[in-house]
């Protein structure tokens, strides 16, 4: 057995490389210690990272379960990948990455997130001197809205009330007119324009149109024709003229329904001092309808008794020449005049000729006041009703009214009397017009009969 003996230098190596691979081995054993470090830290997680999300989520999930609903579904899904989660979440937007959280249940945790936040605040705690100094003010501020409801109880007013208080201003306003400052105008009344039968056209208004005469067609609740002087405001005041046309025909259509004398009462009581009846001959004033010497007698009576002044015509053209002369004088009479405004109680009966300023009603006052759905007194629809009789004028119905301004007088009256013969020849008496002649048994025993066999 030889016993060979290595060089120097060859131990010498292999010791170094022995020491090379301990120095190795204990390099690696601290990285895979360092290294197991690091897996452990990383493996730590919070227990519970989202309690208030959590809590809300099962009181959700307990109230859709115990109604039923088919949100517990989505709720169930949603709770479970919250608690998958391992992070902290902020927001309902944050939590839009989970798993069953939709646009719907991310709103009501930010909702539930918000009102969280606010009961968390601290509230500021009130002393027993500012709660007293609070109540004093709510107090104080009730007493003064009481007050101010109580100085200004009315409501809002309706479009109707605020019509009716602006008419009433208009019709308070006073109107001035200077002399030259206005124009003349003729008003029409719209039924005039155009006949009632359709085959034959009324030619009022071409008829004005050729003679050059300034007209407006409106619809005129007195009369046929009156003029009107207008400013550059636009304020109307009624020139004391009115015409009532009628032709032949006409006029005894209505002597025989009653309008005849309706009509020239309401004409008297319009306010406008002269009243003028037009009437046109139809033809040659044959088959009117009444004889014909019926009328011109009717038609004295209206001049005499009434003081309506009457114009006879030959014809519509000639009706219209008689208003464009009358519009040219009018025109000439009033245009160097100063006019003002007055109502119905204050308008006298001075001369438009000689005085140099004259008072006018307003067209719309005279319009809303001869209006045949106006507001009567009983007086006047007793005179309405009277001349609605047979063989009763104007001036025996107003001889009647005279004694008993309303038909419970009359009644009364009747009642009063021992005897139906006494009630009967109550009325006959009763004297009207100017030769005061009596009614007579005839038309009383009418009468009587009348209102004791309608009105009782």
């Not at 139809?282 to 009117?288: I, K, P, V």
């Amino acid at each position: 057995m030889q016993n060979a003996k290595l060089p120097s230098s060859d131990m010498q190596s292999k010791e170094g490389a022995n020491l090379a691979n301990s120095e190795q081995i204990i390099s690696q054993s601290q990285f895979n210690l360092y290294k197991s470090q690091m897996e452990t830290r990383l493996e730590v997680r919070l227990r519970e990272p989202n309690p208030l999300f959590t809590r809300w989520l099962e009181r959700w999930l307990r109230e859709a379960e115990r109604r039923q609903q088919r949100s517990q579904h989505k709720l169930r899904q949603a709770l479970e990948a919250l608690k998958s989660y391992p992070l902290p979440l902020y927001s309902g937007r944050d939590c839009s990455v989970l798993r069953g959280f939709g646009g719907t249940l991310c709103q009501l945790i930010d909702e539930e997130l918000r009102q969280h936040r606010a009961a968390s605040q601290p509230q500021p705690q009130t002393t027993t001197a500012q709660y007293e100094e609070q109540v004093q003010q709510v107090v104080k501020a009730v007493q003064e809205k009481q007050q101010k409801t109580k100085k200004d109880p009315a409501k809002k007013p309706t479009k109707k009330a605020q019509l009716e208080q602006a008419a009433a201003e208009e019709r308070e306003r006073v109107v001035e007119m200077l002399p030259d400052s206005f124009e003349v105008l003729l008003l029409v009344d719209t039924q005039e324009t155009s006949g009632k039968n359709k085959r034959v056209l009324d030619q009022t208004r071409s008829y004005l149109q050729s003679l050059g005469v300034d007209h407006e067609v409106r619809r005129l609740t007195v009369g046929d024709f009156l003029w009107i002087a207008r400013d550059a405001d636009g304020s109307e005041l009624v020139l004391p003229y009115i015409v009532e046309r009628k032709r032949m025909d006409d006029l005894a259509s209505s002597i025989r329904d009653g309008r005849f004398h309706e009509q020239k009462h309401r004409l008297r009581q319009c306010g406008l001092l002269n009243v003028i009846y037009l009437i046109e001959d139809y033809g040659d004033n044959e088959q009117l309808g009444l004889p014909l010497d019926s009328l011109l007698q009717a038609l004295a009576n209206t001049r005499i008794q009434s003081g309506i002044q009457v114009v006879r015509t030959e014809n519509h053209y000639r009706s219209m020449c008689y208003l464009a002369g009358m519009s040219r004088a009018l025109r000439q009479m009033f245009l160097s005049k100063s006019l003002h405004s007055v109502d119905r109680a204050a308008l006298g009966s001075s001369s438009c000729l000689t005085d140099r300023r004259v008072g006018l009603l307003k067209f719309r006052a005279l319009y809303e006041d001869s209006a045949k759905n106006a507001q009567l007194t009983v007086r006047e629809v007793f005179v309405q009703q009277l001349l609605q009789l047979h063989s009763l004028s104007m001036e025996r119905a107003l001889a009647i009214v005279e004694l008993y301004p309303t038909p419970r007088l009359l009644l009364d009256a009747y009642e009063a009397c021992e005897e139906v013969d006494q009630a009967r020849r109550l009325l006959a008496g009763i004297t009207c017009g100017a030769l005061e002649r009596p009614l007579g048994e005839k038309l009383s025993q009418c009468l009587y009969d009348f209102y004791g066999s309608e009105f009782r």
